[in-house]
């Protein structure tokens, strides 16, 4: 918000939205507050709000997805693309399709037998046993075995494979120091991860090894693969959290910066009347009478608790 | 005393709610720990000549943008303050919204031209296929730009570009999870021999390590490196001061809250197992 829209605003003494600048999305900070704290209600347990913000969600986004789809799936690449192909034919040139630069009538062709084949998949819908589909889904599913199992087998196994043998000394590394804050630069530090990369890894994978018998060493060595996927998994839950805090505050922030700021029913800048007028506080402070009045009055018998 | 199991969650709700508010509101700051990976991702970039090429991908939707658009701003400016012309794609059908906004906003301040300097490609759907397909041949894949509906041809920078990756010097996704960096690096990365840095949600993180440095020049993790990239890139850019700032605030916040779920967790535990017996 620019510095005299701030002003305009700070200047205002009641709501008016006529007097608000044109780069202040009033109604937008509402509907921010009102779908956060409905969809946080949720917390204390499922009711209205909730439910009125999660069918909204779905249908505007079942709406948007639908759209991009539409005109990124249909209208681009069999539409226009006809049309301008069509255009090609017109004036003699090349369309260019894989990167070859091919006959414009062979395009219209080409697309029009993926359109068909597309089509062939709904074929489903009227009859249930039809062989129509079988093509299109032989096509989808070899087409993307094929890119999956070169690409996949290249970056997930062949190189990371690559990538651990290397030596595990490092010529190069600093000598071994007593402080701490430069112990991962040494060489002691180097080979000792790399140890751990290796043993780990070897762990890990003979914990899936199901071909032959438990042996006390084959069992041991399992054992200690087990360790290594457990502490695995608790670095992943630990990111989880850590995504899971880094909404939360980034919703905590939004809606702070929607209290006071220009986007209050009363009050100047940022104090105590235009944050209690703001956006987030009226909005939680009518879900939560709502909310107590369901209660009181017994009507939330039926909403079940958060879990 | 009662049993763990009994107690009710929603007072961790609010316990948690109250200690995000509390501390948001006194504004305090933390900085971000040094990362070897983000300053591997910071200085790959500030290696390329001016005048390269790098295709941005934005490979997440809403529910990832309060980790991953922090990193696609800063990326923005990183690579226009070096000159750097941008490739503007997404694999994701939420993700054109947010790429259009954030250019508009930040190409006038570095005078940069749509066509010249940076292109909008937009979203392309079919995951897998659609980077593969990108691979093959940009001009297949996209036969017009999203923004000007014009064919690729005719915009300068893809024309000196031409019809496949090998003249993109560098490849930057913003991952959010599928499709996002293990199928850029499965479909493009290998095949295509190009240095790939991308910046994910801490949940995608702990997948990454097995691919740097081998496949992965770098690499920003979650909030923190976020964070931390916002440091680095705010020495030299103005604009970015504000949201260094921002996301300082944010790390404070997240520390504590770690430190209240850790809490939890040994607090639980030793109710847990102190209860069993009984």
Redesign the interface.
Known sequence: MTFLAQQALAERPFFDILAVPPDVDVVGAWLIALFTLCVFSF??KDNPFYKFAEHVFVGAGTA??TL??YE??VL?PVI??IH?ASGLIDSGGLL????HGIDPTLGIVFRCIAAALALMLLVRLFKADSWAPRWPLAIMVG??AA??MT??T???LV??V??MLTPITNPDAAAWSSDWARVEDTGVFFTIAALVVIVGTICALSHFIFTYKRTPLLGGVSRVGVVVLMI?FG??FG?????R?????????SL?TLSGNGYQMMGTGTGTLSVMTSPPVLTAVLITLVLVLRKITGKDAGDTA?T | MANVTDFDRRWIFLAMGVLVVGLYTTGAKSPAPQLEYVQAYYDVIEALPDDSIVMLSADFDPASAAELLPMYQATIHHLLRKNIRVVNVATWPAAPPYTRNEFNQITPQYGKLYGTDWVELGFLPGDDVAMAQMGASLHSAFSTDSRENKPLAELPLMGELGDSLQGIDLLITLSAGYPGILEWLAQVGGRYNMTILTGTTAVQTSDLYAFYPSQLAGFIGGATGATRYLELVSEQTEAMVHARDVNQNRIMIQEWAHMLILALIVVGNVLYFAGRGK
């Open positions: 917390l204390y948007f997805f991009q789809y990124e799936g681009e226009d693309h301008r260019m399709l894989g990167g087409v993307y890119l999956k690409g996949e290249q970056a997930k190189l990371p690559k990538g695995t670095s992943m990111f989880t959290v850590l995504g805090i880094a909404l939360l505050i980034e919703r905590v922030d702070g958060s």
